[in-house]
């Protein structure tokens, strides 16, 4: 039998919120084991952001997150923002650049972020041990934990393992199991930030693989104005995966092709230029292909003078609002974030901690609160793991 070791804490899971929360709790003075059965750490930071990880969004509230209860991420989000982490960054001398709205992005590599993390680790002195699975037992009010040939044991666990999204990276649903076991309610998780697919009769798109364009899209209570772009399996982009977090299998998707265009432009083409066809006319601001493809949908056939106003009323409406049915999304394969996961009512939005078992805590993507596209999960991430750790 391997000998035990005994720490203050236990954090499962080397994502950022796992690595981050570790760092903050040994900085505190715990001592604190952090695991993960991937043998390296942060492989989601890795890839986020194109190589150049999306560490935070300046503009991060409780109004960019969804969950079952839309208030839970309040007090975390509010006790540590995004200058805060932008703090930290501008600490270890980390370049970045702000893209599109507020978005947030290293100059250099998203490397810089999980070594900046690692650092902050061992300046709070956290034991590492990466490359093995974990089971979780309890017992006489403590959490005992076998890793490989070792074990450890500590009187608060931290699940900091992340969701089910993107398997390649190592996701497993090891929080959700763990919470399980200890009657802790789990919120159905499925995809979110991920491509919506569509039925082979949606013959609109077969022709448009490739091509983007600047739209409104919605879907439920999500409506953003991002590119959209058109795959050779159905929609993607950043308008279609923020609003993926709110679709449901059956819901319509509406993208308003023209969202700059006033009421009547159709009218008023057709008064200043009488002669102009609409693909032409569509061709001015959409991508060519997309201008002939909408243009064949529409089938208003001649010049615009010769079209009755009510017809172009009609067409001007179904620019702004043109519906698509999705039979499915690409899954957690390609699936940014999970959607749902431990339910935030088991939590105290205070500490993170399970309020029926005392020294269980859930952090960042395991827990039932998903942040849009833009950096708004990672910030989640170091919100909620700051929380915790202050608990620790």
């Not at 390609?334 to 009512?345: C, H, L, P, R, Y």
């Amino acid at each position: 039998m391997p000998t035990t070791a005994s720490y203050d804490a236990i954090i499962i899971g080397a994502g950022a919120a796992g690595m981050f929360c570790a760092a903050l709790a040994g900085q505190r003075g715990r001592r604190v084991l952090l695991l993960d059965h991937s043998a390296e750490p942060g492989r989601k930071i890795l890839i986020s952001g194109g190589g150049r990880c999306n560490f935070t969004n300046i503009g991060a509230t409780a109004d960019n997150y969804l969950s079952a209860n839309p208030h839970f991420a309040k007090s975390a989000m509010r006790r540590y923002t995004p200058a805060d982490f932008i703090a930290l960054v501008d600490r270890y001398g980390i370049a970045w650049h702000e893209k599109t709205l507020g978005q947030l992005f290293c100059d250099g590599s998203a490397k810089q972020i999980v070594a900046m993390l690692l650092d902050e680790c061992a300046a709070g002195a956290v034991t590492t041990a990466f490359g093995n699975a974990a089971t979780v037992e309890h017992r006489d009010g403590r959490f005992h934990v076998s890793f490989g040939t070792e074990a450890a044991e500590a009187p608060a666990l931290v699940l900091a393992s992340g969701g089910l999204s993107i398997p390649k990276l190592g996701a497993t649903s090891f929080a959700y199991d763990v919470a399980r076991r200890f009657g802790v309610k789990i919120v159905e998780p499925r995809p979110a930030l991920v491509p919506l697919t569509l039925s082979g009769d949606e013959a609109l798109f077969k022709t448009l693989s490739g091509v983007s364009a600047e739209v409104v899209a919605s879907a439920g209570k999500g409506k953003f104005r991002e590119a959209a772009l058109f795959t050779h399996r159905g929609l993607s982009g950043p308008a279609i995966l923020q609003v993926s977090s709110y679709w449901r299998h059956g819901d319509e998707v509406s993208i308003d092709f023209l969202p700059d265009f006033p009421a009547g432009w159709l009218r008023q083409a057709k008064r200043d230029d009488p002669r102009i066809g609409i693909r032409r006319l569509l061709a001015r601001s959409l991508p060519d292909r997309l201008a002939e493809t909408l243009a064949d949908q529409l089938a208003l056939g001649s010049d615009l003078g010769n079209i009755p106003d009510r017809s172009l009323e009609a067409a001007e409406r179904r620019l702004a609002d043109w519906r698509f049915t999705p039979n499915g999304s690409e899954g957690f394969a390609k699936a940014e974030v999970t959607i749902g996961g431990i339910s935030t009512d088991e939590l105290s939005s205070q500490t993170m901690e399970a309020k029926r078992v005392p020294g269980l805590y859930a952090i960042g993507e395991a827990v039932d609160v998903t942040g849009w596209l833009g950096g708004y999960n990672f910030q989640w991430a170091w919100a909620s793991g700051h929380a915790a750790a202050q608990a620790l």
